[in-house]
């Protein structure tokens, strides 16, 4: 990847953690799920999929299902920077004029399929696969799914039948930022070794560092790995990524800061000096 | 014609039908060879089944999914409010076995609370055929219209020549004034033959075979309130969430009470066994069901002859 186009795309991730900074109050979201996938998502839009606001209801377009919905600010961020949606519906946010809410929805062009409930959308992008491979169209599938998100069976389930039917336009993202809602995720169900266990489902499966552009792009570019295998690609992310207050932490999961506090925070992503922060989170939800 | 002929008619018309299982394939055995990648299975895997049908409506198929009523409907549940129903696709869910028909399988497979389920999820039909002659006037209506749907699938031969089918309509029997039945499903036939020793007691009875669960034929409902006769609903479904259920809504609705006998399960599960001696067994046999309607009367059931139910077991899964 060129150095230009790099730092373009770090610009652009930039700008979506300051949507997602502004969100992270009055109501909050989920901060540190969505800080984790924003180079992910900024690097899909920006320089991968063939999506763009002027194809939408192209059959032939690539899609991109986004399986741990609580990162949605991620997602409308990226939406914003790229044109996909008017950047005065993030001042609706938890609004009831308009579906700015929590979770993606049909109600945000761009979005293909509502989620919210864990391990819903792998199954859904497979039906989609399904009918792309039965119509002869080589666009791309891509589900991207949380590491906590891995404990629901369905993940699972789903990649078998996959495997299973050879669906090798299927591509399953995993952003594994190491935590599920209130705990490390190897102190409760541990994941690891996990890319052997996507292989012992049938699907060929890369590792690379999520917030590294040149690495996205080298295994995004790869694809499909196999002519009859489902692709995994594991992403190693950080919770709360881009601010080192919040970073790594189990209680940074759903942020409702002050308005003090986004000011701090909006500071913080561009020194990357930490802040510190008194507001109580909410863990639980 | 039968079930999967009218699918193979369906499907070889209409590029959109897809044809899906959770490996259940008793009655579609010979559709893989008709349909190519059209027919998908995926196994024992009835949320997958769903979100993957939810995917496929997403390109603008129509998928026709089949699995046994109680693992569609129960184990799959989530899948089926939450994707289909959420995002209101044209899904057409088909439930084996449902009700008294899982016979000898055991509660495990008793589908009885799937009517109270499917009809609790916004912009889902539920449809629930007498006979196989009924689901085939019933299934092209079902399948060509936009909305998601549930039909308890029902392939026992009709003893009855029935009405054409309209989405929302109730097919009415007959007509009595001092008793009427509400029934659907695979107890229809035996409600026909309690109407014959309850007419031959001098009682006046109407039948009705509701066909259609969501949306519901008000009209007809009220029109038999506004009879004043004895309302007795058959259901081989919980008491809760069903037929009886369905009628005290539209009573409330519209402000008004009647005399109901609800013979539904209550608060069990049906003892299993052959579909003749489970009837027999939980009292819904022809004579069981005329018995139980004299009695509620006041009357002596004794009149009413003894015979077993005529049924034999479909096919077991």
Redesign the interface.
Known sequence: MLPEQQQKLQQLALRVREHIVRLSTDGGCFTGASLSCADLLVYLYADCLNVRPDNLTD?SRDYLFLSKGHDVPALYGTFVELGFMDKARLDQHLSTDDHIYWHPNRNVPGV???SG?LG?????????????K?RGQDNKVIVITGDGELNEG?VW??L??AS??KINNLTLVVDRNHFQANVATEDLIPLEPMAPKFEAFGCEVRRIDGHDFAQLEEAFSALPFSDTKPSVIICDTVRGRGLPSIEARADRWFCNFSSEEVQELLRELHSQEATTLTSETLTVR | MNYEELIKHTALADERIVVMTAENRALIRNLPAVLG??F?D??I?E??L????????????VPILHALATFLTLRAF??IR??VG??QLPVKLSGFVPGFLSDGNGPTHQAIEDVSLMRGIPGMTVFAPADEQDMLAMLPAIWASPQPAYVRVNTRPANYEHAPFELGKAEIVAEGTDITILTYGMLFEQTLVARELLQAQGKSVGLINLRSLKPIDEAALLEVVRRGSLIVTVEDHFVTGGLYSILAEVLLRNQLTARVLPLALEERWYRPGRLSAVLEYEGFTGHHIARRISEYLGESGAAIAEGPAVLENQFAE
């Open positions: 059959p293909e399929f509502h409930s819903h959308l792998p199954s859904v992008a497979l039906g989609v696969a399904m009918d792309c039965m369905t389930e789903s078998l039948v299973a039917h | 990648p059209r998908i995926t196994g895997t949320q997958t769903i979100g993957a049908a939810a995917g496929l409506a997403l390109r603008g198929r989530e899948f939450t994707d959420i995002g």
